[in-house]
């Protein structure tokens, strides 16, 4: 996965709290990531109870607000944490998803198979962008004609890009 970036990219200028004072911008990121932790059983296998990540962030949050770091593991002690390589986890996501539409993101990655090899593509993001948009127009075009095979396929198009595109650009597992 190519996660480089240089620092002429726009994500080393994005900030997402400038409307936040500056004395509760620590905080705000230590519950944020407290609250992945806690909530996502795959981000607690990581980053849970027993590893120095949520042992320095609970011990912050204790300090920034004045209780006992027992206190705070206590309320942030994640719900589970399941290795999210184990099989049972990979079947229990799975079932959220619809088998059919995975099938039909296959059948339109195989109908495009002239078109290169899908796994050594390697598209820039204003690429992934320009694709997502063609097929994002198309999708609308077939949404208002009512034309359901296409609107299939234009789906699974786009969830095949965005796949691409998390593949490419996207955060490694767990982040």
């Not at 911008?25 to 944020?32: C, G, P, V």
């Not at 992934?128 to 699974?156: P, Q, S, V, W």
């Not at 969830?159 to 691409?164: F, I, L």
């Given at each position: 996965m190519n996660t480089t970036t240089t620092e002429t990219d726009p994500i080393w200028d994005d900030t997402q709290m400038?409307?936040?004072?500056?004395?509760?911008?620590?905080?705000?990121?230590?519950?944020?990531?407290?609250?992945?932790?806690?909530?996502?059983p795959r981000v607690a296998w990581y980053c849970g109870v027993g590893t120095q990540g949520w042992a320095l962030l609970t011990e912050a949050l204790a300090a920034e607000q004045g209780k006992s770091v027992r206190e705070i593991r206590k309320a942030w002690n994640p719900k589970h944490a399941d290795n999210p390589e184990n099989p049972k986890v990979i079947r229990e996501t799975a079932a959220f998803a619809s088998p059919e539409f995975f099938?039909?993101?296959?059948?339109?990655?195989?109908?495009?198979?002239?078109?290169?090899?899908?796994?050594?593509?390697?598209?820039?993001?204003?690429?992934?962008?320009?694709?997502?948009?063609?097929?994002?127009?198309?999708?609308?075009?077939?949404?208002?004609?009512?034309?359901?095979?296409?609107?299939?396929?234009?789906?699974?198009?786009?969830?095949?890009?965005?796949?691409?595109?998390?593949?490419?650009?996207?955060?490694?597992?767990?982040?």
């Open positions: 400038d409307e936040i004072p500056n004395d509760q911008k620590k905080t705000r990121a230590i519950l944020h990531a407290l609250t992945r932790i806690k909530e996502d099938r039909r993101m296959d059948k339109e990655l195989q109908s495009n198979a002239s078109k290169g090899d899908w796994k050594a593509w390697n598209p820039d993001r204003m690429t992934c962008m320009d694709e997502l948009h063609h097929h994002l127009r198309k999708l609308g075009r077939a949404i208002r004609l009512n034309d359901k095979e296409r609107i299939a396929e234009f789906c699974a198009d786009i969830a095949n890009v965005a796949m691409k595109t998390a593949e490419v650009h996207g955060a490694e597992d767990g982040e």
